[in-house]
T-cell receptor
Framework: EAGVTQFPSHSVIEKGQTVTLRCDPISGHDNLYWYRRVMGKEIKFLLHFVKESKQDESGMPNNRFLAERTGGTYSTLKVQPAELEDSGVYFC????????????FGPGTRLTVT | DAKTTQPPSMDCAEGRAANLPCNHS???????VYWYRQIHSQGPQYIIHGLKNNETNEMASLIITEDRKSSTLILPHATLRDTAVYYCIVSGTGANSKLTFGKGITLSVRP
């Protein structure tokens, strides 16, 4: 069974540009989470999908970030326009059911904004 | 903010047990204690979780005090591959399942 996959693994963009990160959760997993670690800080929660609905988006830093999960399968996280402080590693995680305990994390996307 | 406190680092000898402590004095009755680890720059990896009883799986054991204000993760026979940052996290389930990571504890396993 394939794990959580993320694309791209690394992205370098200029300030002001747009970047879209993709996450493919484990097949059949209803819950999908986005987290990120910016330089020197702890891993922070961004948002939580249950199927295609946003369950909790309390961690989204501002309206430059837009997350979608069409059809309850893969998810995208768009940053528009990107700022220098958005640089970091973006992790996606998934879990099977509403009351699942274990979150499976992907390898992350390293975003560098120059 | 994280609801847990962990020492910043510890080390242990390969083959010996590693006991990683965690304090979570403000844990709520319906919150679980989770342990994850991050090896180098990989994505975090789930290890174990518990509510109030001690738990054991193929990776580790989790000992939770009776008052639930602290816990210990035990890696019974540490190997070099267990060198990682270990995170103790207090969280719920369902709508409250987001993980709040702190700084974690860096475990170094020496040969």
């Amino acid at each position: 069974e394939a794990g959580v996959t993320q694309f791209p693994s690394h992205s370098v963009i200029e300030k002001g540009q747009t970047v879209t990160l993709r996450c493919d959760p484990i097949s059949g997993h209803d819950n999908l989470y986005w987290y990120r670690r910016v330089m020197g800080k702890e891993i922070k929660f961004l948002l939580h999908f249950v199927k295609e609905s946003k369950q909790d988006e309390s961690g989204m830093p501002n309206n430059r970030f837009l997350a979608e999960r069409t059809g309850g399968t893969y998810s995208t996280l768009k940053v528009q326009p990107a700022e220098l402080e958005d640089s970091g590693v973006y992790f996606c995680a998934s879990s099977q059911r509403e009351w699942s305990y274990e979150q499976y994390f992907g390898p992350g996307t390293r975003l560098t904004v120059t | 903010d994280a609801k847990t406190t962990q020492p910043p680092s510890m080390d242990c000898a390969e083959g010996r047990a590693a006991n990683l402590p965690c304090n979570h004095s403000t844990i709520s009755g319906n919150e679980y204690v989770y342990w994850y680890r991050q090896i180098h720059s990989q994505g975090p990896q789930y290890i174990i979780h518990g509510l109030k009883n001690n738990e054991t799986n193929e990776m580790a054991s989790l000992i939770i005090t009776e008052d639930r204000k602290s816990s210990t993760l035990i890696l019974p026979h540490a190997t070099l591959r267990d060198t990682a940052v270990y995170y103790c996290i207090v969280s719920g389930t369902g709508a409250n399942s987001k993980l709040t990571f702190g700084k974690g504890i860096t475990l170094s396993v020496r040969p």
